[in-house]
């Protein structure tokens, strides 16, 4: 963890669990336990588990010009976002190229919290700031624990009065264990779950107490790494890992459009006066790729950037792939020629292992509705 400039206040309980503190956006992060990943999918996507994800950067923004502000920098509409409900989010370049995304909380009248990324969102919200009426505070001791499964709202039930009616994208300031936070209905797994934002002081005692109490209900302790098998399956993109900044084409520089990661649904309708919205209309049907799901025959996964052939022709890149223990399918998520990002296309993975038969499919392989993660009640 050489790069590492932040540091989440939990570090030693992940060096007791056998991390070695990999660096993530500058900050020492557990991509590694002594333990099988497999339980902690398991867990996630049958009871719970809990997550430190401090390593996203968050950035308060107050002030007469902090709705302007995140107008400028950011594909959502500010004023369908009130106190108390958040959305998520895309930055783009004067290209309309993708740069990072985020979930914007609104917090306040004139009051935000942007948690984005490993991308340049925090650049990208300073260039709207230059001249504006406001304040960007970047905070470093709120950590980020998620709590992610669908067991996860019967635990947080008996200690936080109102849970059960927080829908999903809308947060609620509040009390845990007698500590001030905030919870906020997101997360990166599929499933239902939870952010519980707290100070760097508390967030100790919060991951310990869950822990201990949720033993018996089956709440683990989970790797940061186990994201990438739960968003494979649910069609989360995580940058810079499925984009062209790591799988540049030819003869071009990095920077994938909203069109060919399927993130347009981001823009809100009609909404222009963004950076990078005039390139980013104009590109519309000039994808030169799809992100698209390949479904593997077998049980071996794709190696990470292993080259996807059709008919002995290159056309695409596997960017993040696993098997599921529960479906008992080894898939993936793939960068694929425009012409083969179509259900049911015959496919080839090369690992270095050799050959895998496999076909396109349409993301996300589970609860494609969403009815998981926005269950009421």
Request: neutral net charge.
């Amino acid at each position: 963890m050489t790069a590492s400039w932040r540091f989440s206040t939990l570090a030693d309980r992940h060096r007791a669990l056998g991390s070695k503190l990999e660096d993530w956006s500058g900050m020492g992060t557990a991509w590694t336990y002594d333990k099988d990943a497999d339980e902690e999918y398991i867990a996630i996507r049958t009871k719970a588990g809990l997550m430190d994800v401090s390593g996203l950067k968050k950035v308060h923004i107050t002030g007469p010009h902090a709705s302007h502000l995140i107008d400028l920098a950011t594909t959502r509409d500010v004023e369908k976002i009130y106190p108390g409900k958040s959305a998520y989010a895309c930055m783009l370049n004067e290209a309309g190229k993708f740069t990072d995304d985020c979930i914007l909380y609104r917090t306040g009248p004139n009051a935000w919290m942007v948690v984005h990324g490993s991308g340049t969102g925090h650049e990208e919200l300073q260039r709207a700031a230059m001249g504006r009426d406001v304040s960007l505070r970047f905070d470093d001791n709120l950590h980020d624990l998620s709590l992610q499964g669908p067991i996860a709202v019967d635990y947080l039930t008996k200690h936080v009065p109102g849970i059960r009616d927080l829908n999903y994208f809308h947060h609620m300031q509040t009390r845990l264990f007698g500590f001030p936070v905030m919870i906020s209905r997101t997360g990166y797994t599929g499933e239902r779950g939870y952010e519980i934002f707290c100070r760097g002081q508390d967030a100790g005692t919060i991951w310990d107490t869950i822990l201990d109490e949720g033993k018996s209900a089956g709440i683990i302790p989970c790797r940061f790494t186990t994201l990438d098998m739960l968003r494979v399956e649910s069609y989360l993109l995580f940058y810079p890992y499925d984009n062209s900044q790591k799988y540049p084409f030819d003869n071009e520089g990095p920077g994938d459009t909203l069109w060919e990661l399927g993130l347009d649904f981001t823009v809100s309708p009609g909404k222009t006066g963004f950076r990078g919205a005039e390139e980013h209309y104009r590109l519309k049907g000039k994808e030169r790729f799809k992100i698209f799901g390949v479904l593997l025959q077998g049980k071996e996964p794709a190696d990470e950037g292993a080259p996807v052939y059709r008919d002995g022709k290159k056309v695409g890149v596997v960017t993040c792939a696993m098997y599921s223990p529960l479906v008992k399918k080894s898939m993936g998520i793939a960068r694929l020629d425009v012409d083969c990002a179509v259900q049911g296309t015959r496919l080839e993975i090369r690992n270095k292992s050799g050959a895998i038969s496999a076909t396109a499919e349409p993301l996300p392989f589970d609860d494609p509705k969403k009815t998981k993660r926005t269950a009421k009640g």
